[in-house]
T-cell receptor, first 113, second 107 residues
Framework: KAGVTQTPRYLIKTRGQQVTLSCSPI?????VSWYQQTPGQGLQFLFE???????NKGNFPGRFSGRQFSNSRSEMNVSTLELGDSALYLC????????????FGPGTRLLVL | KNEVEQSPQNLTAQEGEFITINCSYSVGISALHWLQQHPGGGIVSLFM???GKKKHGRLIATINIQEKHSSLHITASHPRDSAVYICAAGVGGNMRFGAGTRLTVKP
């Protein structure tokens, strides 16, 4: 089975722009979660989608949004980018049970200038 | 106080040593995860625990639900074990993460 894929892998944007990141889960997985990793804050939970519905949301401003499609692929969008949004964005997929291994993608490294 | 506390932050060991990394959490959880992250960012899930103990090769993970504490042990450490180890606790994908333990194993 192919693993979790994320596109693009690297991205450079300027302040004020918006960005869309994509995550394709392992085939058959219905849950996709997104995380932000920065040197200062470490790993933080952004949101979790299951069967096209947002199941949980972390403590991030409304500029961060996401969605999940019927094929379980997920996108996250960040509008009005700030310098502090520079980070590694990771997604993870699972079947959707509450006690289950999360399979992580390679991440998208975003640099905001 | 962070919801997930990990110790130590940094750990240097000689090849062959027994290593222990500790994790305490204060959030309600359905599972506790131990993750490994190598330079470059990729994260691999080592263990998912909801009770008791699990073993994969030289790695052992334990959890005490009553004390809200988990440990990751590496027996006979090897330089290829050098990585950042992260404890994560939560419900489904809604996880809170420890700050990570940077492990360096010297030959």
């Amino acid at each position: 089975k192919a693993g979790v894929t994320q596109t693009p892998r690297y991205l450079i944007k300027t302040r004020g722009q918006q960005v869309t990141l994509s995550c394709s889960p392992i085939s058959g997985h219905r849950s996709v979660s997104w995380y932000q990793q920065t040197p200062g804050q470490g790993l933080q939970f952004l949101f979790e989608y299951f069967s096209e519905t947002q199941r949980n949301k972390g403590n991030f401003p409304g500029r961060f949004s996401g969605r999940q499609f019927s094929n379980s692929r997920s996108e996250m969008n960040v509008s009005t980018l700030e310098l502090g949004d520079s980070a590694l964005y990771l997604c993870a997929s699972s079947l959707g049970q509450l006690q289950e291994t999360q399979y992580f993608g390679p991440g998208t490294r975003l640099l905001v200038l | 106080k962070n919801e997930v506390e990990q110790s130590p932050q940094n750990l240097t060991a000689q090849e062959g040593e027994f290593i222990t990394i500790n994790c305490s959490y204060s959030v309600g959880i359905s599972a506790l995860h131990w993750l490994q992250q190598h330079p470059g960012g990729g994260i691999v899930s080592l263990f998912m625990l909801s009770s008791g103990k699990k073993k994969h090769g030289r790695l052992i993970a334990t959890i005490n639900i009553q004390e809200k504490h988990s440990s990751l042990h590496i027996t006979a450490s090897h330089p290829r074990d050098s990585a950042v180890y992260i404890c994560a606790a939560g419900v489904g994908g809604n996880m809170r993460f420890g700050a990570g333990t940077r492990l360096t194993v010297k030959p």
